[in-house]
């Protein structure tokens, strides 16, 4: 059973463009919801993360926003630039289990 | 402060064969992860461990999949035998945290098993 599902599978932005990453969850116990950032040939690494007693994290060009009620929550890339093309994962954990969705992978053309 | 560390980068095996993945974490992490990623895919979860106890290892396929953590640093994961839908990209993590919730995993850059 895929607890967190991830949209869209691909995406291409111009530079300078919005890249908009979705996720939706199932499981009303999750209290943690990251984004990971993998660039090829490399593991993943956290970009920006959010808890559920907060709508919305911005940090820098990222932002996610999250609602809880229809237990979805987004990524929101401003500016985006080439250096941001590579697989967007969200994911989501309750007590100590990290789940991830099947990822995103952003291309920003120049 | 060094990441974690995994070796080999890269195995080719027949199927049948066996291989064995190491992964040294950051230092004072007490839960490592091992997760897999097949191509295209999320990470999954094979196991965690807290210290060198098992905390989650529900989607190990314990029939020839198996991981320790001794001492509660190192950690190896062992395949034995490969199958062909093995081949994937073996993902080690590990966190400062001991409960609650997940909070960052820090992973290492992967061991790339690919089985003939």
């Known amino acids: 059973q895929q607890q967190v599902k991830q949209s869209p599978q691909s995406l291409i932005v111009q530079k300078g463009g919005i890249s908009i990453i979705n996720c939706a969850y199932e499981?009303?116990?999750?209290?943690?919801f990251p984004w990971y950032q993998q660039f090829p040939g490399k593991g993943p690494a956290l970009l920006i993360a959010?808890?559920?007693?907060?709508s919305e994290k911005k940090e820098g060009r990222f932002t996610i926003s999250f609602n809880k009620s229809a237990k979805q929550f987004s990524l929101h890339i401003m500016d985006s630039q080439p250096g941001d093309s590579a697989t967007y994962f969200c994911?989501?954990?309750?007590?100590?289990?990290?789940?991830f969705g099947k990822g995103t992978m952003l291309l920003v053309s120049p | 402060e060094a990441g974690v560390a995994q070796s080999p980068r890269y195995k080719i095996i027949e199927k049948r064969q066996s291989v064995a993945f190491w992964c040294n974490p950051i230092s004072g992490h007490a839960t490592l992860y091992w997760y897999q990623q097949i191509l295209g895919q999320g990470p999954k979860l094979l196991i965690q461990?807290?210290?060198?106890?098992?905390?989650?290892d529900s989607q190990l396929p314990k029939d020839r999949f198996s991981a320790e953590r001794l001492k509660g640093v190192d950690s190896t994961l062992k395949i034995q035998p490969a199958k062909l839908e093995d081949s994937a990209v073996y993902l080690c993590?590990?966190?400062?945290?001991?409960?609650?919730?997940?909070?960052?995993?820090?992973f290492g850059e992967g061991s790339r098993l690919t089985v003939l």
């Open positions: 994911a989501a954990s309750g007590y100590s289990t990290l789940t």
């Open positions: 461990f807290q210290n060198n106890g098992v905390v989650d």
């Open positions: 959010i808890r559920p007693d907060v």
């Open positions: 993590a590990s966190s400062p945290r001991t409960g609650g919730s997940t909070g960052e995993l820090f």
């Open positions: 499981n009303t116990a999750f209290d943690y």
